[in-house]
């Protein structure tokens, strides 16, 4: 095991596997090796190259969850999140609900969060309007979204809350959608005879809560705009109370309700990935006990108004409107495997102070676990949470056959050095109970937060001695030499043991203060120099599972964390070449790998100094995929011998090429993407290719 650890992580190590696949960095002609004719026995994964979803930059509510009123449920105070250097106090003397402030016009307001009676008792606050006096429009309160309420003329988003009126109230309602200037874009209003209403009763001091009423309508707004707001005003004097405000787009994907936006979606169906990871990350663990992703209260009964909202580990709300059902409905719609990542006891060891669950309260993690396999898996009639996710609206199983269990958690040592299984103790306990009531499902461990470090190697060290994980997490937010430096990293790995997960990785650049440009940025070498890493997981395919590049979006102007693979605004979604990467190397996925070699004129082959030319190639569906990779500043002349004769006929080339600084997210698109072109092959088992400056060039020949 010694041995085995040395050659996977020590710096400057090279193994003959490793020379294998690069030659030097001088400009001229490089021969590319295949032996076609006899492919790698092993078959690479369905879930090799994925995607990794966390609610990171916005990218939940206000994103890819396209509800448009923020704070629907009145559930979430300003500034009352763990760590938030803003104290819960009210927001100029009118409101601390955040998203909400009062909305008096001609009239006189006051507002408060209540909890008597409530809709459901997980999602207990609703508002309370106390009009004083209403004015010639109503007085009440206003929603300006997430960040502006974006709306489209022409298009239909269907509005829909409860309300009930106290004490005898006589008024109605009218729910405004407007643009910046108060221009009226649609508007519903509710009768006093269409209201719950609780009789008036002079000598109590509480007024008397009658039933909810549910009301929704059809709004169809009369103009586009960015900067729209939703206002709930009541027209009489008197006390109304509302909840679960919802403004939502019949345009999600696949038409659904409560579904996701469509152009989003439609970005991640269009990679085709393998394997859809969620929904963390750091967001899974939490910062304390009180914001630990809990699966369970992210379905409640399975209504929306039965889910807790709860304290995002990345600094803002969020209201699990995007649950657990909806990660799983997402995975199958893109025909992804659904890979759920759970908390194993340990909270975010990056945030000061951390907690560790007890061992004798492990077993109600492990209890979870076993749920969520029978909600994701479990018979509809037999079961009660394969019955709640038919309720839901899918009787038939997610089929899950993944579980991550932890997330970049480590063991740390004690006063002696020696390492206290902060995490690996817990992971071995939990894993083992686990397996006992599902050997069916394959677990997903942990290996810390860095690649190189002494964490990593333990992790491994313990995880590979008994049955305990299937495969190791591995994740590497690092520079652009660490990854051409380091793509035989996988060569030298234990066929062994258990399989890898590159869960979390990207190219960070840093910056460069010669030509202005600042760190992590999503550019072209970024994105080349992922590519050229990403050669060794088709490569090494027999012993790699699955990969997935992180994070997966950011809203513009309103992230925590670049690089990142898609961005988008309230209206438009962009790619970067990160993305384009990730999608020629999912959709240009061989079956099989086949040898290769890289030489040069005069150079004995297994020469690799500077490793700026790389090569991976296999086959499937009657083709040879070739890939190559150049990360120089010259155009580079590529001798391909196919080891085999290929017949004559249309090959086809799919390359990424351009400037290394294009892809600024900035300029809201990309300046590179792909371009596909098909040439004739005249047949036999050669061919001349000329690899342009900063590129990456999928080829496939007829077999």
């Avoid at 489209?152 to 269907?158: A, F, I, Q, S």
């Avoid at 103009?223 to 405000?245: F, K």
Wanted: aromatic share 12%.
């Amino acid at each position: 095991m010694k041995d085995r650890v040395e050659v996977r992580h020590a710096a400057g190590l090279v193994s003959a596997a490793v020379l294998l696949f690069a030659a030097v960095a001088s400009a001229g002609e490089v021969t590319v090796k295949m032996d076609a004719a006899h492919p790698n026995a092993w078959e690479l994964s369905k879930t090799l190259y994925g995607i990794f979803f966390e609610d990171i930059n916005s990218s939940a509510d206000g994103g890819i969850y396209p509800e448009l009123v923020k704070n629907r449920g009145f559930d979430q105070e300003v500034g009352c999140g763990p760590g938030d250097e803003q104290a819960c106090t009210r927001s100029g003397g009118e409101s601390h609900m955040e998203g909400w402030t009062i909305d008096n016009r001609d009239g006189m307001a006051r507002l408060s969060v209540e909890y008597g009676r409530p809709v459901n008792e997980a999602s207990a606050a609703h508002l309370r309007i106390a009009v004083f006096a209403p004015g010639r429009e109503g007085a009440g309160v206003r929603n300006d979204g997430y960040f502006g309420i974006y709306v489209e003329k022409g298009k239909k988003y269907d509005l829909s809350f409860y309300a009930r009126g106290l004490d005898g109230y006589a008024g109605g309602l009218r729910v405004l959608l407007e643009d910046r200037e108060g221009r009226v874009l649609a508007e519903y209003k509710v009768a006093n005879a269409e209201m719950s209403v609780s009789a008036r009763d002079a000598e109590s001091f509480a007024p008397a809560l009658p039933g909810w009423k549910r009301y929704a309508a059809v709004l169809e707004p009369a103009a586009t705009t960015s900067e729209a707001h939703l206002s709930v005003l009541a027209t009489g004097r008197g006390m109304v109370e509302v909840e679960q405000v919802s403004l939502f787009p019949q345009d999600t994907f696949n038409g659904r309700k409560n579904g996701l936006r469509r152009d989003l979606v439609e970005m991640l169906r269009d990679l085709h990935p393998g394997v859809l990871r969620f929904p963390g990350g750091c967001v899974v663990e939490g910062s304390s006990y009180g914001d630990w992703y809990d699966w369970k209260r992210s379905v409640g009964d399975g209504t929306l108004e039965s889910r807790h909202t709860m304290w995002n580990r990345w600094g803002y709300n969020q209201t699990l409107g995007l649950g657990y059902y909806e990660y799983f409905q997402l995975a199958e719609d893109i025909g992804a495997e659904p890979l759920p990542i759970m908390g194993c006891g340990v909270t975010c060891q990056f945030k000061d102070p951390w907690f560790v669950i007890p061992m004798d309260g492990m077993d109600g993690i492990v209890d979870s676990l076993c749920d969520l396999v029978e909600f994701a898996n479990g018979d509809a009639k037999a079961t009660k949470w394969g019955a709640l996710r038919a309720k839901m609206g899918h009787p038939a199983p997610f089929n899950m056959h993944y579980l991550g269990i932890g997330n970049e958690n480590w063991d740390g040592k004690d006063g002696d050095g020696r390492w206290d299984g902060t995490f690996t103790e817990r992971f071995k306990y939990v894993a083992a109970k686990f397996h006992e009531r599902h050997p069916e499902i394959r677990i997903v461990s942990s290996a810390g937060p860095s690649p190189d470090d002494d964490r990593c190697r333990h992790a491994w060290e313990v995880l590979s001695v008994a049955d305990h994980a299937d495969l190791v997490d591995e994740h590497y937010y690092v520079s652009p030499d660490w990854l051409l430096t380091r793509y035989g990293r996988y060569d030298g790995y234990d066929r062994k043991g258990p399989k890898v997960y590159a869960g979390e990785y990207a190219c960070h650049l840093r910056e460069d203060r010669e030509k202005k440009l600042p760190a992590r940025r999503n550019n072209l070498y970024a994105a080349l120099c992922e590519a050229a890493f990403m050669t060794g997981f088709d490569r090494n395919s027999d012993v790699i599972e699955m990969t997935s590049y992180a994070p997966l979006f950011a809203r513009l102007g309103h992230n925590q964390w670049s690089p990142d693979m898609i961005w988008f605004d309230e209206s438009s979604v962009w790619a970067t070449p990160s993305y384009y990467v990730q999608q020629m190397y999912m959709t240009k996925k061989p079956r099989h790998t086949v040898p290769v070699v890289m030489a040069e004129p005069g150079k004995p082959d297994c020469v690799a100094v500077d490793r700026k030319y790389y090569a991976t190639a296999g086959v499937a569906d009657g083709r040879l995929v070739v890939k190559v990779v150049n990360v120089t500043d010259a155009p580079v002349s590529f001798r391909l011998e196919f080891g085999r004769d290929l017949p004559k006929g249309k090959a086809v080339a799919t390359e990424l090429a351009g400037s290394p600084e294009d892809g600024d997210v900035n300029e809201r698109r990309t300046v590179v993407k792909p371009s596909v072109r098909d040439f004739e092959f005249a047949g036999g088992a050669k061919d001349a290719f000329a690899a342009k400056p900063w590129s990456f060039t999928v080829l496939e020949y007829p077999l």
